[in-house]
């Protein structure tokens, strides 16, 4: 149940220790090669995606501030009911997130 409160893709947030601005883009995601979990993906903002190493992963507990909550429709609401609610504990295996 840890991964229920995600903000939406979307929003925007101030790292601790950050100088700029980060738009969510993913949640529940692995850097290539890595074995850890990250809560969220995200990229610079105003900028977004303009290069794939441009990606910065990190968890909720390194958000100082939430500046703007992405968007939330009929669709977002259930895919945090119905997916991010029934995700329990995971790892990393052949390069896929499972569950442990």
């Known amino acids: 149940m840890k991964y229920q409160d995600l903000l939406p893709c979307g929003s925007i947030v101030k790292l601790k220790d950050g100088e700029r601005y980060m738009m969510i883009c993913g949640r529940v995601v692995a850097a290539d090669g890595s074995d850890r979990i ?25 958000i100082e501030r939430i500046l703007f909550i992405g968007f939330q429709d009929e669709e977002e609401l259930a895919f945090r009911e119905e997916v991010l609610e029934q995700l329990g504990d995971l790892k990393i295996e052949n390069g896929e997130i499972v569950d442990a």
């Open 38 to 62: 990250f809560d969220y993906v995200g990229c610079l903002y105003p900028e977004g995606m303009s290069m794939p190493d441009n990606m910065y992963f990190f968890d909720r507990d390194a």
